[in-house]
């Protein structure tokens, strides 16, 4: 996905260090295009401060006036809201939204996503401007989430489309030691119920589901072959301290 075609446009926002966060969000996940409408206080030391590393984006940010000339070259816009408006209007979860805009900038198309002020949102003339809405969806009892992390979930989920496949699938791909083989956890079964038996943990007698049930446990952990030498190591001690704590008679 070409990130230079995605700006993130916030509207008239009030407190600088959410434009800071906002900053930050989008170059942690890829973004750097910024559009400021009319900020009550920018440049301001606070954005800075909220944007660390990501200064830069905060340098490179366009201010205009109004929603009109930050989307004036736009093929899509996507409006986002914390809640239902009047008119109904296409509304996306951030996931699929994530898809409207790979498929849109897959096509070259400039893409833009507006987001509200703190206080009061984007109002519903700006929202009529957008193509589509997007809702992250948040809990009722307190729907709005603060500007900047909203910016956060939605360049997140832009994030997660544009590396799908190359994300390192299970995390035991460079593991440190091989993963035990069927045989060797076979001797690791035997090895455990003669010593389960040798210290009357298990009776034979009434062995009931132990020996099942231990091996679903270590069956689910699946053991590589050091950490398989490793009990292997303790049940012998184990069986050793037993044959000295009672001699045979
Ligand atoms: N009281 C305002 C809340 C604004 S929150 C209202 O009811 O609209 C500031 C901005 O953060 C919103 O305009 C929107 O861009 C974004 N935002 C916050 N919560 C959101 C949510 N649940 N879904 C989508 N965007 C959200």
Redesign the pocket.
């Known amino acids: 996905m070409n990130s230079a075609n995605i700006r993130i446009v916030?509207?008239n926002p009030s407190h600088p260090g959410?434009i800071g966060g906002a900053a930050r969000a989008m170059k942690n996940m890829g973004l750097r295009q910024l559009v400021l409408v009319a900020p009550r206080k920018f440049p301001h030391e606070e954005a800075e401060w909220r944007a660390a590393s990501a200064v830069d984006l905060l340098e490179q940010a366009v201010v205009v006036e109004s929603l009109a000339e930050a989307i004036a070259d736009c093929q899509l816009v996507i409006?986002?809201?914390?809640?239902g408006r009047r008119i109904p209007w296409p509304v996306l979860d951030?996931r699929r939204c994530a898809e409207e805009v790979q498929a849109s900038v897959a096509r070259d198309e400039q893409v833009a996503l507006?987001?509200?002020?703190?206080?009061?949102?984007?109002t519903n003339e700006e929202l009529q401007t957008c193509n589509l809405h997007?809702?992250?969806?948040?809990h009722e009892d307190y729907?709005?989430?603060?500007?900047a992390?909203?910016?956060q979930?939605?360049s997140y989920e832009l994030r997660m489309l544009a590396l799908d496949g190359q994300l390192p699938q299970a995390s035991t791909d460079e593991w440190d030691a091989p993963f035990s083989t069927m045989e060797n956890m076979e001797r690791f079964y035997q090895h455990l119920e003669q010593t389960l038996v040798q210290i009357e943990f298990l009776d034979p007698a009434a062995p009931r589901q132990l020996m099942a049930r231990l091996r679903r446990l270590y069956g689910r952990v699946r053991l590589d072959e050091m950490e398989l030498n490793i009990l292997r190591g303790i049940l012998t001690e184990t069986q050793r301290a037993a044959s000295a704590g009672r001699p045979e008679n």
């Open positions: 916030l509207v959410n409006g986002t809201s914390a809640r951030p507006v987001f509200g002020r703190e206080d009061s949102g984007l997007l809702h992250i969806p948040s729907p709005s989430l603060n500007l992390m909203a910016v979930v939605v």
